[in-house]
């Protein structure tokens, strides 16, 4: 079950802080229990279920810490570390996507059944994250070859290691290409959808699919939508006069 907002919040920063606290009582130099209590932070950060929620998770164990003083001897360069953490986790160029929302578990039942695929299908999840996505799509098409593409390359390690079902690459999702795919699954930004839809008419073939979990395509209307686990998942099927468009209808 979820936590209400700051419940999230509140505990991560508790557990950072037992984490900096109890390295700091056994000798650890100042230095490594910062930077392993802001790695805490930003592992934590998973709790937040919006953008900002997850960088006030992050930063929120740091500034404590500073404004509590405790940190007085710690070099001025060391509090770029956190950031260095953040950067890292969540390269720049990814900020404009969504940075990192997890697929809910039971999102995806029934989407075999409304979007049937031939066995050894390819399937790709667009900007899959820890892999939660890629592990749905998988219930649903045991017999498909996954794809998941991450720009971060932390996220991208601990996907491939969660999903040894896929194959798992660092890349754009937006550079990268879509033709061999018989299905894309989105979990986007609302502002993302117009672009996805104009990539799918590009690239992929007539009657393959794009599925976008939570957010519809603007102005199109969907072949179908699922509700499970309170998400509507929308389901648009790429017509023979869709290829080659250079934007929706």
Known sequence: MSLVWPLPALAAWTLAW???ISLARLGVPTAATLLLGSAAGAALALLGATRWRRLLIVAGFPLSLAASGLAGGVPAWVWLLPLALLALLYPLNAWRDAPLFPTPSGALNGLARLAPLAPQAQVLDAGCGLGAGLRELQREYPDARLTGLEWSWPLRFAC??????ATVRRADIWAADWSRYELVYLFQRPESMARAWQKAGRELRPGAWLASLEFPVPGVAPTARL???????????VPASQRGASGGR
């Open 18 to 20: 037992a984490l900096f």
């Open 160 to 165: 491939a290691w969660r999903c040894g079902a």
């Open 227 to 237: 509700d499970a686990a309170g998400r509507p998942l929308w389901l648009y099927r």
